[in-house]
């Protein structure tokens, strides 16, 4: 009676063979951003403030775009139950779409109103001097950091795309080797070793935009190789 209700051994093994990736994946999403705000924490209080405060606002965008790709996913996860294979190259056109409109909304956004929404996290400080280096680090860490949102946009598609269709171990993979070239490209770009140039704040966002290009390539790379196994992405953009 009490299996009837809670299920078997053989049920949880699958639930979780599906969940742990994605919440591996998920949270090394948010760790990229993490290792930023830790690490460009020891050059000052400033730096780091700047780089915290422009996270939460991409984050919200990430939010966004987490929603939207969330609520087409619903009819991806049909669409592969029920083996439709074009239905599935529906939803996934769809994604770039509404993704697209996203993006450019948040390109915009960022871009014209940038220096007002940093200020809203600025304006309970009386330390002018301190202000004006916060604004002007997150000023140059937002503008890099932009360069990015394309590939971790199109990232998030295939990635969710293949969580979709039961595939959740390779998007947790891609993000495993973004946070190894974040990690190695902070300690170069941010510190100014092994002959690189030491750029703070903007040698930080430089290594997050490189390891979110990385990411999005190894998840494409891998479905076009693979592309006989993944048959819903052949034809995708025609």
């Not at 300690?187 to 070793?193: D, E, P, T």
């Not at 290009?213 to 190789?225: A, K, L, N, R």
């Amino acid at each position: 009676m009490l299996r009837r209700y809670i299920g078997d051994k053989a049920f949880y093994r699958r639930v979780l063979g599906v969940a742990l990736p994605i919440i591996i994946q998920n949270g090394i999403t948010n760790f990229v951003s993490l290792l930023d705000n830790i690490m460009v924490g020891s050059l000052g209080t400033e730096q780091m403030s700047s780089v915290s405060i422009v996270n939460q606002l991409i984050f919200v965008y990430n939010l966004c775009l987490f929603g939207g790709l969330s609520g087409a996913g619903i009819f991806t996860s049909q669409y592969f139950g029920q083996k439709d294979d074009e239905g599935i190259r529906h939803t996934f056109r769809y994604k770039i779409w509404m993704s697209l409109i996203l993006t450019i909304g948040a390109f915009v956004i960022f871009l014209v109103a940038g220096d007002f929404l940093i200020n809203l996290y600025l304006s309970g400080s009386s330390d002018g001097g301190d202000l004006a280096a916060t604004l002007s680090y997150g000023r140059t860490y937002l503008r890099v950091m932009l360069v990015g949102i394309p590939a971790f946009m199109m990232m998030q598609i295939y990635a969710s795309t293949l969580r979709e269709c039961g595939e959740t171990v390779v998007p947790m993979k891609a993000g495993i080797i973004a946070i190894v070239v974040n990690l190695v490209f902070n300690y170069l770009l941010i510190f100014g070793k092994f002959g690189f140039p030491t750029l703070g704040v903007e040698g930080a966002a430089i290594a997050t935009v490189i390891s979110r290009f990385v990411e999005m390539f190894v998840i494409i790379i891998y479905v076009q190789i693979k592309k006989e196994k993944y048959n819903y992405f052949k034809g995708i953009y025609k």
